[in-house]
T-cell receptor
């Protein structure tokens, strides 16, 4: 199946710093990538949808100036958590969808962020 | 309003028996449904899917059943194995470039 990678797999940072998370589709071109956040014991919460070469579409309640998403190529999307605070500590997961399969999403392994 | 519901947060099954995970949805426009399996600190892994034009899809030990009139789907795992212990998410979507809507997940524990 299609492979999606994320980097880093975990990161610890100080409050006020920015953190960039990369999501790559390794063996296919991803026209659309999604960013999710998972809180403990809760479902995956969609944060934003990004299409290659265009601005990301953010879900209600997600601050676009805080969670910067860039989808500069068909294999790479980045999520930057700007001025991170402890409440941003979470598990961030990306997924990618191929142009040939409009339904199935392939997920990355996730990035655990801890803001001190 | 939660459009996809998994009402059982957890389920325990003995090894070798059948595991049945249930999922209900409220949006009758959904036409494609997926099940994902998730281990702690990992991303979800696609398991099996079903289109609304079918009522059953089988892949090895995994079978998904869809009852459109009841807006209900279920995932059957038989025989259950200890390695199946994970959180299972049900997801639904509309045809085309729309994001998945997930349920809250059901934690399956398969006891040896």
């Amino acid at each position: 199946g299609a492979v999606v990678s994320q980097h880093p797999s975990w990161v610890i940072c100080k409050s006020g710093t920015s953190v960039k998370i990369e999501c790559r589709s390794l063996d296919f071109q991803a026209t659309t990538m999604f960013w999710y956040r998972q809180f403990p014991k809760q479902s995956l919460m969609l944060m934003a949808t990004s299409n290659e070469g265009s601005k990301a579409t953010y879900e209600q309640g997600v601050e676009k100036d805080k969670f910067l998403i860039n989808h500069a190529s068909l294999t790479l999307s980045t999520l930057t958590v700007t001025s991170a605070h402890p409440e941003d500590s979470s598990f961030y997961i990306c997924s990618a969808r191929t142009s040939g399969d409009q339904e199935t999403q392939y997920f990355g392994p996730g990035t655990r962020l801890l803001v001190l | 309003d939660q459009q996809v519901k998994q009402n059982s947060p957890s389920l325990s099954v003995q090894e070798g028996r059948i595991s049945i995970l249930n999922c209900d949805y409220t949006n009758s426009m959904f036409d494609y449904f997926l099940w994902y399996k998730k281990y702690p600190a990992e991303g979800p892994t696609f398991l099996i899917s079903i289109s609304s034009i079918k009522d059953k899809n089988e892949d090895g030990r995994f079978t998904v059943f869809l009852n459109k009139s009841a807006k209900h789907l279920s995932l059957h795992i038989v025989p259950s194995q200890p390695g199946d212990s994970a959180v299972y998410f049900c997801a639904a979507t509309l045809w085309g470039n729309t994001p998945l809507v997930f349920g809250k997940g059901t934690r399956l524990s398969v006891i040896a």
